[in-house]
C-alpha cells in the first residue's frame, strides 16, 4: 500500500491544511444548527398534520419551544402542563366527576 501525502496533495492545489480543522468545526456547527431547525420545523409540520381539534393544536405549538443555549447546542421542549398532557397523555380520572362539577347549563 503507498503512502499519501495530503499536505503535498493540497499545496498542489492551492490549499493549506493549517485553516482546515476551524472550517470543519465551523461547518459542522453550522450543520448541528441546521439539523436543530429542521427538527423544530419537522415537529410543527407533525402537530399541524394530526387529527386533533384546533384549541388542543395551538396549545401544543404554544408549548413547543426552541431555545439556543449557546455554544452550538439547542433544546426544543414542551412548556406548560397542557401542552406535556397532550404529549405523554392524561391519567385516568372519572368524567362523573367532572361533568358533575360543571357550571354550563
Same mark, same amino acid.
Given at each position: 500500500?503507498?503512502?499519501?501525502?495530503?499536505?503535498?496533495?493540497?499545496?498542489?492545489?492551492?490549499?493549506?491544511?493549517?485553516?482546515?480543522?476551524?472550517?470543519?468545526?465551523?461547518?459542522?456547527? #453550522?450543520?448541528?444548527?441546521? &439539523?436543530?431547525?429542521?427538527?423544530? $420545523?419537522?415537529?410543527?409540520? /407533525? @402537530?399541524?398534520?394530526?387529527?386533533?381539534?384546533?384549541?388542543?393544536?395551538?396549545?401544543?405549538?404554544?408549548?413547543?419551544?426552541?431555545?439556543?443555549?449557546?455554544?452550538?447546542?439547542?433544546?426544543?421542549?414542551?412548556?406548560? #402542563?397542557?401542552?406535556?398532557? &397532550?404529549?405523554?397523555?392524561?391519567? $385516568?380520572?372519572?368524567?362523573? /366527576? @367532572?361533568?358533575?362539577?360543571?357550571?354550563?347549563?
Amino acid at each position: 500500500m503507498a503512502d499519501i501525502s495530503l499536505k503535498i496533495r493540497a499545496e498542489q492545489l492551492g490549499k493549506s491544511l493549517e485553516n482546515l480543522a476551524p472550517e470543519i468545526e465551523q461547518e459542522i456547527n #453550522e450543520a448541528v444548527k441546521n &439539523l436543530s431547525h429542521a427538527a423544530y $420545523s419537522a415537529m410543527i409540520a /407533525q @402537530v399541524q398534520s394530526r387529527n386533533i381539534n384546533d384549541s388542543s393544536r395551538k396549545d401544543y405549538l404554544n408549548g413547543l419551544k426552541f431555545m439556543d443555549l449557546g455554544n452550538n447546542s439547542y433544546m426544543i421542549y414542551l412548556e406548560g #402542563e397542557w401542552a406535556n398532557k &397532550l404529549e405523554s397523555g392524561f391519567g $385516568s380520572y372519572s368524567m362523573k /366527576q @367532572v361533568l358533575l362539577e360543571s357550571k354550563k347549563i
